[in-house]
């Protein structure tokens, strides 16, 4: 059935509730960063951050911001984020490959549902220290508590928790009843709403005659480049072949068969971005909240500033790192290499009891040029930016971290509408060419 795409997707009853019912969360993810904490003083906040940006600009508000659109700035009840729930992951899938007991438990029959929920609690406590972090911020900004401590730091504490948790919650639903994954949606969406500042920012900077025009030309052209080589490398991979010979299953049988394996030049996806932003996020938010009251804390705050070189050399064998565990997680050679063996298959010219070496080593030979091409554009555009004299705000958005982030959730995002539209007897969103899951 042929049609205007964006037609045929709101014609289909169930991609439309999906659709509708994901841009509902969103709004509320919207609503809730613009929230203040109760007892919270909102003009001291503007004063205090606005004298903060004039006199040093370190971005470490901004770069927490930049994850959470707004809601630290704000004091809001999603100050921080999905961010702690991320952090607990990363630290959960740690745990599984050092304690064999807890890989056994995962393994088991409602094994992964146990893990999800140690993942939950431990995302409780990891928001209770950072909102604990948070009071003691907001204790050293004048006038910013406008009722008595205690009952401030308690409630503070209290609400930003639960904040967490209902984002938490709200990405699950998106990704059960919605379109895409609902983590980087919440993530995508907060990055996305702070486009209109820095582009505001970027426009009075011109005006002011602080940038040169042609200067913010050639980057914003760089940047449609970086765009377009994302998504060419996104959608790359390495096809192994795999020969399936004829056998019978049941009373039926099945014919010989020539199929591959799809291993993505960049398996992973921009889960490593994600993941090491988490892991960087975390420190430095404790080291801006808590530096105020703790000199060495200021000066690691200052020293693993965003745009600094230990932070971006940091951010990127962080972004290599996780490239390499997230895909021996998700993409096991021995389970693979097992699953072709019972089905009666064999990959030619590799010997069957090769075939987890083989895999292995294709993976191996992949990961490392796809992570380091991940690291460079999550870390090029910032120096590039900072050599033209552009803003923090700016920066932060069109960086490589967010053009990552940004592109991957768009292109899994629509290649499960495209899904859904092929489902039902649609033409796809693209005519020509094909999108592919990033497996967000």
Request: charged share 15%; glycine share 8%.
């Amino acid at each position: 059935m042929a049609g205007n795409p964006l037609i045929d997707v709101f014609r289909i009853k169930d991609l439309r509730e999906r659709i509708i019912f994901t841009i509902v969360v969103l709004v509320v993810f919207r609503i809730g960063t613009i929230l203040p904490i109760p007892g919270i003083n909102i003009n001291a906040l503007k004063l205090y951050f606005s004298a903060q940006d004039s006199a040093s600009p370190l971005g470490i508000t901004d770069y927490i911001d930049f994850f959470t659109g707004g809601g630290f700035s704000n004091f809001s009840v999603f100050m921080l984020g999905i961010m702690p729930y991320i952090s607990m992951s990363i630290i959960m899938q740690l745990l599984l490959l050092v304690f064999p007991k807890l890989k056994k438990i995962s393994e088991q029959e409602g094994g992964r549902k146990k893990i999800q929920r140690y993942t939950r609690y431990g995302t409780v406590a990891v928001c209770l220290i950072q909102s604990y972090a948070v009071t003691i911020y907001a204790r050293n900004i004048p006038d910013a508590i406008s009722i008595n401590l205690l009952a401030y730091s308690i409630i503070a504490m209290i609400t930003v928790t639960t904040g967490t948790i209902l984002l938490m919650w709200l990405g699950e639903q998106v990704t059960q009843r919605g379109i895409g994954n609902g983590i980087s949606l919440i993530i995508f969406a907060g990055i996305v709403a702070r486009m209109p500042q820095a582009f505001y920012i970027l426009v009075q900077k011109i005006r002011d005659r602080e940038l040169n025009p042609v200067f913010v030309i050639i980057v914003l052209a760089m940047f449609v480049g970086i765009i377009a080589l994302v998504i060419y490398e996104q959608q790359g991979q390495r096809k192994i072949p795999v020969h399936y010979a004829k056998r019978v299953v049941g009373r039926k049988m099945y014919g010989a068969q020539n199929t591959y394996i799809p291993f993505k030049i960049n398996p992973s996806g921009v889960i490593p971005v994600i993941f090491a932003s988490s892991v960087m996020a975390f420190p430095l938010q404790l080291f801006g909240n808590l530096g105020v009251k703790y000199r060495w804390m200021a000066s690691m705050s200052y020293w693993f500033r965003p745009s600094g070189a230990p932070y971006l050399i940091t951010y990127a064998l962080l972004i290599i790192f996780f490239a390499y565990f997230y895909t021996q997680v998700s993409l096991n050679p021995v389970e693979i290499a097992k699953q072709i063996r019972e089905n009666g298959g064999s990959i030619p010219g590799i010997r069957t009891e090769k075939i987890e070496a083989y895999l292995s080593r294709i993976l191996n030979r992949i990961i490392l040029p796809g992570s380091m091409f991940l690291a460079f554009i999550a870390v090029i555009p910032t120096i590039i930016q900072k050599m033209f004299g552009f803003p923090i705000q700016v920066s932060m958005l069109m960086g490589g971290t967010s053009l990552l982030i940004m592109v991957g959730v768009d292109l899994d995002t629509m290649s499960q509408i495209e899904g859904h539209l092929k489902m039902h007897r649609h033409d796809g969103i693209v005519r020509k060419g094909k999108i592919r899951s990033r497996n967000l």
